[in-house]
Structures are given as structure tokens and as C-alpha cells.
């Protein structure tokens, strides 16, 4: 049968979670990962699907793909399909032509794991690749130290909390208390938590969410973020540790998280953590 692209839809989310948290393993590749679909949930389930793609053959779904934006697709293959022809031309043919209803006009990224085939055809096309960005893996095989400071597991009544130190740590689109309940309803978030650490004085000054793909699995940060008001004095480190340790807890292998590679902050304080640095991964762009 021909490969086939599709937008799963609100009833075709769990497949695509669950093929996403069977492809993790050990040793893969950085990729998509089923908490990044937790992550984009705060926009909702319906956004949520209109932002995924998928591509089958015989009915199996051998890629995932979701448009973290304007002009970026964040793209992953299963394991045993990283290296096969029809599935790498199908995805150049679809992300090339607008009217296939992946990408837009102009300026546009993708990420793909490093190896597949897919990263040659699109150098072949013309594509180029952009800034690298360092990706970051803690084993949880041995025990996790305390982190130093008071931590606490959001639920629904501490969703103002969370909500208010994501404000205070990223700039861009404010994150809020129903962004919050819109992810914590989303399939995804069953394996997942949301840690908020506080100082000495009773301040929230950090907080992560990390999600697991299932027992002896890689989890992710994925945000971490420090008040900009407390910054400096070892927070950053401090829940990302927290991080690790809940990850342990939920059963998950290792604990992943990926940064720019000229965000030389981000990394030393994964570093600091105990989180290794792994070779750097880089999208591919169309220039406008």
C-alpha cells in the first residue's frame, strides 16, 4: 500500500502517544518525545490535533510529526523506519508543497532524528542546517541526591503557582492557571508532573515539568525555568535534580532534556545536575 500522510484528530491522539512512547529507547536519537504532545496540550486538544501529522503504510504509522509554530515541524520516525526510501521521500514531497498542508510558504525548520534519511534528501533539496542545540541525558540507574530545597508536586490547587513562575522565567505567550488544567487533562499528562521548587523565605523561584514515556524509558524536562527575580543562586540546578528524582520515581531510565547550545547557562546548570552532554543535534531550514 502507498504511504499515507494524515492529521489524527482528536480520537487519533493516543495512537499517536502511544507509537511516540514506544519509540523511545536508550541510546535513540534525540527526538520527539510524548511529553513534547504534553506540552503543546496546553493549547488544547483540538489545537493540539490540528498540529500533528502522521505517516502510515499498511496501517502502521511509521512518522509522527508536530508544527511546535509558525514554520516548524518537529518530526520523528520509528526506529526500524529511519533509513526507508519511500517513507524519507513521502516526508521531503509533503514538506516541500504547501498545498500538502504540513508546511507553510517561506521560511521554515524541521527537526529530525540524526541519521535518517530524511536529513539527506533534504540537504539534497536545498535545505541547510541551522544553529546546534545540545541535547542532555542524566542516568537514573543509581540514586538521585536531595535537592536542597523545599519541593512540591502542583496539582489543580497550585496551578496559579506554576503558572505565575513560567510567567516570571520565559518571555513570550504568558502561560496561565487554565493553560495549566488543559494540560494536566491531556493524555500525555497521566505520566507526567509539574515541580515547583521554593527558598528559605517560602518564595516559589523554579519549576519543571517532566514526563515519563513509560517504565524503562528516557523521560523529559520539558520546560525547566527559574523566577527572573531569583536567579543565581543555585535553583536552576536545584530542581532540575527534583526533575531527575521524580523521573526516577515514575520509572523512566534516564532523564533527557535538550537547550540551544548558545544558551551556555542552560547547559552548565543541566551539567551541574549530573545531566552529560550528548552530541549536538541542528534543524534544517528553507530560508523565506
Same mark, same amino acid.
Given at each position: 500500500?502507498?504511504?499515507?500522510?494524515?492529521?489524527?484528530?482528536?480520537?487519533? +491522539?493516543?495512537?499517536?502517544?502511544?507509537?511516540? &512512547? #514506544? %519509540?523511545?529507547?536508550?541510546?535513540?536519537?534525540?527526538?520527539?518525545?510524548?511529553?513534547?504532545?504534553?506540552?503543546?496540550?496546553?493549547?488544547?486538544?483540538?489545537?493540539?490535533? /490540528?498540529?500533528?501529522?502522521?505517516?502510515?503504510? !499498511?496501517?502502521?504509522?511509521? /512518522?509522527?510529526?508536530?508544527?511546535?509554530?509558525?514554520?516548524?515541524?518537529?518530526?520523528?520516525?520509528?526506529? !526500524?523506519?529511519?533509513?526507508?526510501? #519511500?517513507?524519507?521521500?513521502? +516526508?521531503?514531497?509533503?514538506?516541500? #508543497?504547501?498545498? &500538502?498542508?504540513?508546511?507553510?510558504?517561506?521560511?521554515?525548520?524541521?527537526?529530525?532524528?540524526?541519521?535518517?534519511?530524511?536529513?539527506?534528501?533534504?540537504?539534497?533539496?536545498?535545505?541547510?542546517?541551522?544553529? *546546534? %542545540?545540545?541535547?542532555?541525558?542524566?542516568?537514573?540507574?543509581? *540514586? =538521585?541526591?536531595?535537592?536542597?530545597?523545599?519541593?512540591?508536586?502542583?496539582?489543580?490547587?497550585?496551578?496559579?503557582?506554576?503558572?505565575?513562575?513560567?510567567?516570571?522565567?520565559?518571555?513570550?505567550? &504568558?502561560?496561565?492557571?487554565?493553560? %495549566?488544567?488543559?494540560?494536566?487533562?491531556?493524555?500525555?499528562?497521566?505520566?507526567? &508532573?509539574?515541580?515547583?521548587?521554593?527558598?528559605?523565605?517560602?518564595?516559589?523561584?523554579?519549576?519543571?515539568?517532566?514526563?515519563? /514515556?513509560?517504565?524503562?524509558?528516557?523521560?523529559?524536562?520539558? *520546560?525547566?525555568?527559574?523566577?527572573?527575580?531569583?536567579?543565581?543562586?543555585?535553583?536552576?540546578?536545584?530542581?532540575?535534580?527534583?526533575?531527575?528524582?521524580? +523521573?526516577?520515581?515514575?520509572?523512566?531510565?534516564?532523564?533527557?532534556?535538550?537547550?540551544?547550545?548558545?544558551?551556555?547557562? /542552560? =547547559?552548565?546548570?543541566?551539567?551541574?545536575?549530573?545531566?552529560?552532554?550528548?552530541?549536538?543535534?541542528? !534543524?534544517?531550514?528553507?530560508?523565506?
Amino acid at each position: 500500500m502507498a504511504m499515507v500522510m494524515g492529521k489524527p484528530g482528536i480520537d487519533g +491522539l493516543s495512537e499517536a502517544v502511544g507509537v511516540l &512512547r #514506544e %519509540w523511545q529507547y536508550e541510546g535513540a536519537p534525540m527526538q520527539l518525545h510524548p511529553g513534547d504532545l504534553g506540552w503543546f496540550w496546553r493549547t488544547g486538544a483540538e489545537a493540539t490535533a /490540528a498540529a500533528v501529522r502522521t505517516w502510515s503504510r !499498511d496501517g502502521r504509522i511509521l /512518522a509522527v510529526g508536530l508544527l511546535d509554530g509558525p514554520g516548524l515541524l518537529r518530526l520523528t520516525i520509528a526506529p !526500524d523506519a529511519l533509513r526507508d526510501e #519511500e517513507l524519507a521521500q513521502k +516526508l521531503v514531497d509533503d514538506v516541500t #508543497e504547501p498545498e &500538502r498542508g504540513v508546511m507553510p510558504e517561506g521560511k521554515a525548520n524541521i527537526e529530525s532524528p540524526t541519521g535518517a534519511l530524511v536529513q539527506d534528501l533534504l540537504f539534497e533539496d536545498g535545505w541547510d542546517v541551522d544553529e *546546534p %542545540w545540545t541535547p542532555l541525558r542524566r542516568d537514573l540507574t543509581e *540514586p =538521585v541526591d536531595d535537592p536542597g530545597v523545599r519541593i512540591e508536586v502542583v496539582g489543580p490547587e497550585q496551578a496559579h503557582v506554576f503558572a505565575a513562575v513560567q510567567r516570571a522565567a520565559f518571555d513570550g505567550p &504568558r502561560f496561565t492557571d487554565k493553560r %495549566w488544567h488543559a494540560m494536566a487533562a491531556g493524555l500525555p499528562y497521566a505520566d507526567a &508532573r509539574c515541580l515547583v521548587a521554593y527558598d528559605d523565605q517560602g518564595n516559589a523561584v523554579a519549576a519543571v515539568t517532566v514526563w515519563s /514515556a513509560g517504565p524503562g524509558k528516557p523521560g523529559l524536562l520539558e *520546560p525547566m525555568g527559574v523566577h527572573r527575580e531569583h536567579r543565581g543562586h543555585g535553583y536552576g540546578k536545584a530542581i532540575s535534580v527534583a526533575a531527575a528524582a521524580a +523521573l526516577q520515581a515514575l520509572g523512566s531510565s534516564s532523564a533527557l532534556v535538550c537547550t540551544p547550545s548558545s544558551n551556555v547557562g /542552560a =547547559v552548565a546548570t543541566y551539567t551541574s545536575a549530573g545531566f552529560q552532554q550528548r552530541p549536538e543535534v541542528r !534543524d534544517h531550514f528553507r530560508d523565506a
